[in-house]
């Protein structure tokens, strides 16, 4: 016999050895492969079917657990509704609802997501104004201090003039503008905040870019009124004495009794000019056509 045929036997007893031997480890070795197998089992494999639950019956639940204030779980069971039962109303109805429950649970973002898909996928419904409402709501609540970034601000006064744009005759639109009040407060609050830091470091340019914010977008807001006077302040300091005596004579014929007024007045009369508006100044176009803060817009 060559050596070569003696290897090879010799490897082919060796394969058999080890297999034998593995198996040889104990019965219980080889039945737990096979036991992994359902399919060899005597017992045949049945899988478990589980039905869906009537639509109502989740939607209700979504409902008690809204109630409750468990807004989690609540959401669970609205989205659920679209997974279920598609292109249903109850998925529709789940929607709308998954929005609130995300909105009422402090879920901003997730409130904002569910709005939007239900005003894409259900524009001409009766609860569109109700979407719009929530998704603005959920920016409105998420208003910072006036020290820190104001992208919310903006973003919640798009979105609810979109509200009073859309929907005119919807039952939110008296407390959208309401908030959109608030909201425009907040921004002209942080204009004129860095306003003030520039007027502080002489900036002057600077400080009347801010300022001009003020007086072109928030006309109606409460910061209106010292917008303009600190106007009056960095035109003189700037030797611009028309646009000072303009800022101040507008802030004078629309807030006569202002404390910003006196102090504007005051500080041309130290200056040897008094109030006087230039009717091509952007300060007077402006203010034309623009209620005083407070007056009814209709």
């Known amino acids: 016999m060559s050596f070569a045929k003696a290897y090879s036997g010799m490897k082919s007893a060796a394969a058999r050895a080890l297999i034998l ?6 019965l219980a070795g080889c039945d737990t492969l096979s036991s992994l197998n359902p399919f060899e089992k005597d017992t045949s494999y049945k899988p478990e079917i589980v039905s869906n639950l009537p639509a109502e019956e989740i939607y209700n639940d979504g409902l008690a657990r809204v109630q409750k204030g468990d807004f989690d779980g609540a959401v669970t069971k609205f989205s659920s509704l679209d997974k279920q039962y598609p292109y249903t109303d109850w998925a529709r109805k789940g929607l709308i609802m998954e929005a609130y429950a995300n909105y009422e649970g402090g879920f901003y973002d997730e409130a904002i997501t569910a709005s939007r898909r239900y005003l894409q996928s259900y524009p001409n419904t009766t609860d569109a104004a109700y979407a719009q409402y929530i998704m603005a709501s959920s920016y ?29 005759s919807s039952e939110y ?5 309401k ?25 002057y340019a600077g400080a009347i870019n801010r300022f001009r914010q003020v007086v072109s977008r928030y006309q109606t807001t409460r910061h209106v009124e010292e917008a303009l006077e600190r106007l009056t302040e960095a035109y003189m300091a700037m030797g611009i004495v028309g646009e000072a005596q303009t800022a101040a004579a507008v802030l004078g014929h629309n807030f006569p009794d202002s404390p ?16 006087r508006e230039d009717s091509q100044s952007w300060i007077s176009k402006a203010f034309r056509g623009v209620p005083q803060v407070g007056q009814r817009t209709g």
């Open 21 to 26: 031997g593995v198996c040889g480890l104990g």
């Open 140 to 168: 409105y609540d998420q208003i910072p201090d006036i020290t820190r970034d104001q992208e919310k601000s903006e973003r919640a006064i798009l979105a609810l003039q979109e509200l009073v744009q859309r929907y005119p």
């Open 173 to 177: 639109v008296a407390d959208a503008r």
């Open 179 to 203: 908030k959109i009040q608030v909201a425009s407060d907040q921004l002209a609050g942080k204009e004129l905040e860095v306003g003030r830091f520039y007027l502080q470091k002489r900036n």
């Open 260 to 275: 910003w007024y006196k102090d504007a007045h005051a500080l041309l009369t130290r200056g040897g000019v008094e109030p």
